[in-house]
């Protein structure tokens, strides 16, 4: 695994707290803006700048509307393809969300 990939499952890692005390909704609200700055800073330094610019913004934004914004920059910017960065899976960000299948014959 590359350090920028690295990083990305870092940064897009939940917790239950974080979700608990955001009040963002990827279906309500709009992280257009913050993503619009990881692209910029992707113009200028690639993938890595834009890795730069979340920590940078991360102590002054809502975590999740900001994780939110780094995956919009994962699927559209071409800098992120070329660094061959991806979104992790939900299981991996938050394995807390996943209802695992139980097989009913197990718990008889």
Same mark, same amino acid.
């Given at each position: 695994?590359?350090?920028?990939?690295? =990083? !990305?499952?870092?940064?897009?890692?939940?917790?239950?707290?974080?979700?608990?005390?955001?009040?963002?909704?990827?279906? =309500?609200?709009?992280?257009?803006? @913050?993503?619009?700055?990881l692209m910029?800073?992707?113009? !200028?330094?690639?993938?890595?700048?834009?890795?730069?610019?979340?920590?940078?913004?991360?102590? /002054?934004?809502?975590?999740?509307?900001?994780?939110?914004? @780094?995956?919009?920059?994962?699927?559209?910017?071409?800098?992120? /393809?070329? /660094?061959?960065?991806?979104?992790?899976? @939900?299981?991996? =960000? /938050?394995?807390?969300? !996943?209802?695992?299948?139980?097989?009913?014959r197990s718990?008889?």
């Amino acid at each position: 695994m590359s350090d920028l990939q690295k =990083r !990305v499952e870092d940064a897009l890692r939940e917790t239950p707290e974080e979700e608990e005390a955001s009040l963002f909704s990827e279906y =309500r609200d709009s992280s257009s803006d @913050l993503t619009e700055k990881l692209m910029r800073a992707a113009r !200028v330094g690639g993938a890595e700048a834009a890795l730069d610019e979340f920590e940078k913004l991360r102590p /002054a934004e809502n975590i999740r509307r900001l994780q939110r914004a @780094l995956m919009e920059f994962i699927v559209h910017d071409p800098s992120a /393809a070329e /660094a061959g960065l991806r979104i992790p899976s @939900l299981e991996e =960000r /938050a394995p807390w969300k !996943v209802a695992h299948d139980v097989d009913p014959r197990s718990t008889q």
